[in-house]
């Protein structure tokens, strides 16, 4: 409201200085000039069904005479509905009577081919135009305007004027830029440069625009086109500001951007402070409390600049393109960026500071070097700092910046024209300095009631744009925007408190802090009496535009921006969830994005990252933007059941995953039922009756008891065990729901690739597991055939987990190679790999192991010895090798029983040891 207070009454001193201006103002009517260049080509009827507004243009005319410094301006519009008549209902043209003059040639209706003469009568009124008053410029422009009478459909509205006067500021040198197409077709366009004969036009055309025919006529030369109704180009939101589809051209009498530096500097040469004005005084000030150090001065002179310089400007004339003496933009304490950046670089150089004015384009921040070099090409002033042979780029108009004044921030805008440089463009470093962390908490407290805390930290550029914001802006309402903005999620939302905000001007960072209470929290999913809450990632996605997939225009972003977004569900009593990730990042020519869910016991973190690395994406990289960002109800939308008592569950609803972390899938449990049985029927029907044929046990070496390194190894195949189970039954959640459909959540991932991995991982661990377990029974019983198990099943293993890892580094590469190394990665893989390199090493060459494990499988013999009355006791199933050794009485015993057993049963002789 103050700076609408200040704009209305500086607007009405701007009337009263030049209402005499006004008055003096006339409207000269008179007849078409006589040397204008007749059209030879006949309008086309466009399309009708490319028309929007209810008329089109059948022929639009811009001649230009250089010599007589005149503009001829004459269109058709011709009105085939109502709407057309309602947006035609008047003519008006703007002026600057500074410098230029109005003449009006022709303003009539043609209706059924008969001409209606509308001038003679027709009375325009002056109206202040003041075209650029939203930016706080006063240019003193002026507006004819008249109000038709009885438009009729088919009616063709003509109309023709000329602007007499160029601006001297530009000192006789001409450049323009006319678009040769609209967004709608036009029956005929004629266009033409009327050239004295020694002065020198260059042209340049854009777009496939074609090239300028050319007609001498004694003393001139005419640089014409004549062009009919062209297909209609489609215009597409969030283009950037450099970008157009439509063909157009340049003209200039500026051969090289040397001239236009050569230009600037004469216009606005940094001047002397006069050695007794206040402002000098002001400038010693401050160099005194700076104790005479650069950088310092430069600290305090560009504080005072930029906030209390109010920008404002009166562009009138001359003022357009120069710049007010600096003492009275002292005195006056505003200005606009001619003025403040004059005044900055003049109170440096009076420090033997080295600065100059530098030209910048804030809306072409891209292709600015294409362009013909002219005056036109740039709108903005700001200026360059030399200290030291440091350089740095300063904008006067930007308020509120903190930080230490070497990291000031200056925008991305393109290439420069610095009058420290030696007349050629120069790019501006293209820089992200700031950032955005917003952190929201909602706590569970049950009965359906939370409180939200939200901590937002802006730094850099950021907290410079909401440091402006915060003091121009009431504080209640700030605080009722931001309830307003929770409202929409959380309608039953009250602020506890006042928003608090912490300004650290030294290292520029903002601070603001948030509480909210929210009763009757939750929302009814439809079609079910389940309630949820939505975690909604605004902010991020307001900041990515929507595009069609067959966009062509480049895509423009809100360069620059770094912004992490995290929010979090908290159950207040440690109400436990169970465990859930899911992931998706990908780096883009323009972008980086991230997003990260993550289940933990007490607590949900939903976070997003956002960072651009460009102003906009680029025309070939627009399909994998529309691909990276076509689902956004999944990437954006993410809601949490609530249970009975009003806390959150860790079950997502089925806008984001459908499924709870209890959810089983039955189809994997079944798997699992079937499958272990029949590995261990296949161990005990067939394997387990096997003879060692890789790894066979000693005859002539033998061990009674388990020892050395064998304890150590039933050691770790004990822990091996355990921990694997851990793993396939919990941390991994092989039969939880959610794990099969973490694939929706990650981007660029094959859905039948993902599940086919995960059910060859199910099969492969339990595999493992099982043969780890048989591995370590078989060690207990000291059987013939462990060294060869558990040299298998550890091969197994290293391979098996190797493979594994390959196959998920690729498949989730963009991920990996973001969030860890190959280490990390690779770690279970490696793991096993040892594990076979030391133990497999150490089964396979190990006489103890080859001594200790030396019994056969006897369970068909007992059977057969018990069905034919033999006698039997424990010392049976002593080994072969003991006997031979007759270590004692027992085994002579043994010996015994065994030949008589041998001498009835001839046919089991195949089986023994």
């Known amino acids: 409201m103050k700076r609408f207070s200040h704009l209305l009454f500086a607007f009405v001193l701007v009337l009263a200085a030049f209402s005499w201006s006004f008055s003096q103002t006339t409207i000269q009517k008179t007849a078409s000039p006589n040397w204008l260049r007749p059209t030879t080509k006949k309008a086309i009827k466009p399309n009708l069904d490319d028309i929007s507004d209810g008329y089109y243009y059948e022929l639009i005319e811009h001649q230009i005479n250089l010599a007589t410094q005149t503009k001829y301006y004459k269109d058709i519009k011709v009105l085939?509905?109502?709407?057309?008549?309602?947006?035609?209902?008047?003519?008006?043209?703007?002026?600057?009577?500074?410098?230029?003059?109005?003449?009006?040639?022709?303003?009539?209706?043609?209706?059924?081919?008969?001409?209606?003469?509308?001038?003679?009568?027709?009375?325009?009124?002056?109206?202040a135009s003041e075209t650029e008053l939203s930016r706080s410029i006063y240019n003193g422009s002026q507006m004819a305007h008249y109000v038709l009478e009885d438009l009729r459909k088919d009616d063709k509205i003509v109309f023709a004027y000329s602007i007499i006067g160029v601006n001297p500021v530009f000192e006789q040198k001409f450049f323009d830029s006319y678009y040769l197409q609209g967004y709608e077709p036009t029956g005929l366009v004629h266009l033409n440069y009327i050239v004295p004969n020694g002065r020198k036009l260059q042209f340049k055309s854009f777009n496939g625009a074609p090239e300028a025919q050319q007609q001498s006529t004694g003393n001139t030369t005419n640089f014409f086109w004549e062009l009919t109704a062209d297909k209609t180009v489609q215009y597409e939101d969030y283009s950037p500001s450099w970008y157009s589809p439509l063909k157009y051209i340049q003209c200039s009498e500026f051969n090289t951007w040397q001239e236009v530096d050569q230009w600037n500097r004469k216009i606005n040469p940094i001047p002397q402070i006069a050695t007794t004005s206040t402002l000098q005084a002001f400038v010693n000030q401050l160099w005194k409390e700076s104790n005479g150090q650069p950088y310092a001065y430069l600290k305090k002179a560009c504080d005072f600049v930029q906030n209390e310089i109010r920008y404002m400007g009166i562009e009138m004339g001359e003022y357009s393109h120069r710049a007010n003496v600096p003492e009275k933009v002292f005195s006056q304490r505003y200005g606009d960026c001619k003025d403040k950046s004059m005044l900055l670089a003049t109170m440096l150089k009076n420090k033997n500071i080295d600065a100059g004015l530098v030209l910048a384009n804030?809306?072409?921040?891209?292709?600015?070097?294409?362009?013909?070099?002219?005056?036109?090409?740039?709108?903005?002033?700001?200026?360059?700092?030399?200290?030291?042979?440091?350089?740095?780029?300063?904008?006067?108009?930007?308020?509120?910046?903190?930080?230490?004044?070497?990291?000031?921030?200056?925008?991305?805008?393109?290439?420069?024209?610095?009058?420290?440089?030696?007349?050629?463009?120069?790019?501006?470093p293209q820089h992200v300095t700031g950032n955005i962390k917003v952190k929201e908490t909602l706590t569970m407290e049950g009965k359906f009631e939370a409180t939200l805390d939200v901590h937002t930290t802006y730094v850099g550029n950021e907290a410079d744009d909401m440091r402006t914001y915060i003091q121009s802006s009431a504080k209640n309402d700030i605080q009722k925007q931001y309830l307003e903005y929770y409202a929409k999620i959380y309608p039953k939302i009250n602020k506890i408190g006042q928003i608090q905000y912490k300004d650290d001007l030294e290292n520029n960072v903002v601070e603001i802090i948030e509480k909210y209470k929210i009763k009757n929290i939750g929302k009814t999913e439809s079609g079910s009496t389940k309630k949820y809450i939505p975690l909604l990632?605004?902010?991020?996605?307001?900041?990515?535009p929507e595009i069609m997939e067959d966009r062509i225009a480049p895509l423009s972003l809100s360069f620059p921006t770094d912004l992490t977004y995290e929010m979090y569900i908290v159950n207040k009593g440690k109400k436990e969830f169970g465990n859930y990730r899911g992931n998706s990042y990908f780096d883009r020519t323009a972008y980086v994005f991230g997003k990260t869910l993550e289940v933990e016991q007490d607590s949900i973190k939903v976070a997003y990252t956002l960072s651009f690395h460009e102003p906009?994406?680029?025309?070939?990289?627009?399909?994998?933007?529309?691909?990276?960002?076509?689902?956004?109800?999944?990437?954006?939308?993410?809601?949490?059941?609530?249970?009975?008592?009003?806390y959150v569950t860790d079950g997502i609803t089925n806008l984001n995953t459908p499924a709870s972390a209890k959810d089983i899938n039955w189809f994997v449990l079944i798997l699992f039922v079937l499958l272990v049985p029949a590995v261990i029927w296949y161990i005990v029907k067939k394997y387990n009756k096997t003879k060692a044929f890789i790894i066979k046990p000693y005859d002539e070496i033998y061990y009674d008891q388990i020892g050395g390194w064998m304890i150590v190894l039933l050691i770790v195949l004990f822990i091996n065990i355990f921990t694997l189970s851990g793993?396939?039954?919990?941390?991994?959640?092989?039969?939880?729901?959610?794990?099969?459909?973490?694939?929706?959540?990650?981007?660029?991932?094959?859905?039948?690739?993902?599940?086919?991995?995960?059910?060859?991982?199910?099969?492969?661990?339990?595999?493992?597991?099982?043969?780890?377990?048989?591995?370590?029974?078989?060690?207990?019983?000291?059987?013939?055939?462990?060294?060869?198990?558990?040299?298998?099943?550890?091969?197994f293993m290293a391979v098996f987990c190797t493979i594994d890892g390959i196959v998920s580094h690729f498949m989730f590469k963009s991920y990996f190679e973001k969030t860890e190394d190959l280490f990390t990665h690779y770690k279970d893989a490696l793991k096993s790999i040892f594990f076979f390199c030391i133990w497999g090493t150490y089964v396979y060459k190990s006489e103890r192991v080859k001594g200790t494990c030396v019994r056969p499988y006897q369970n068909d013999g007992i059977i057969q010895k018990a069905a034919t009355g033999h006698p039997f006791d424990q010392d049976f199933l002593k080994p072969y090798s003991m006997m031979k050794q007759g270590e004692n009485e027992a085994g002579a015993e043994f010996q015994s029983q065994s030949d008589r057993a041998d001498r009835s049963h001839p046919e089991d002789d195949q089986d023994k040891p």
């Open 727 to 795: 793993i396939f039954f919990f941390q991994q959640s092989f039969f939880s729901l959610n794990t099969w459909q973490a694939v929706d959540q990650l981007e660029g991932v094959s859905p039948v690739l993902y599940r086919t991995s995960l059910l060859l991982e199910i099969i492969g661990n339990i595999l493992i597991l099982t043969g780890l377990i048989y591995s370590c029974i078989l060690l207990i019983k000291k059987r013939d055939i462990f060294a060869q198990t558990f040299f298998i099943v550890a091969l």
């Open 362 to 428: 804030t809306y072409k921040n891209r292709g600015l070097q294409e362009e013909l070099p002219s005056p036109y090409a740039f709108n903005h002033m700001v200026i360059e700092v030399n200290i030291g042979g440091r350089s740095q780029y300063i904008d006067p108009t930007i308020t509120n910046q903190g930080g230490d004044i070497k990291n000031r921030y200056f925008p991305a805008y393109g290439k420069v024209l610095s009058t420290m440089g030696s007349g050629k463009l120069t790019d501006v």
């Open 80 to 127: 085939f509905d109502q709407t057309g008549i309602e947006n035609l209902g008047q003519v008006q043209v703007t002026f600057d009577p500074h410098f230029q003059k109005l003449q009006l040639h022709e303003l009539k209706v043609i209706r059924n081919g008969k001409d209606i003469n509308l001038l003679p009568q027709a009375k325009f009124k002056l109206l």
């Open 616 to 646: 906009f994406v680029e025309q070939k990289d627009l399909k994998q933007y529309y691909t990276d960002f076509a689902d956004r109800d999944h990437i954006f939308y993410n809601g949490f059941y609530l249970d009975n008592d009003g």
């Open 537 to 544: 990632g605004t902010n991020i996605n307001d900041k990515l």
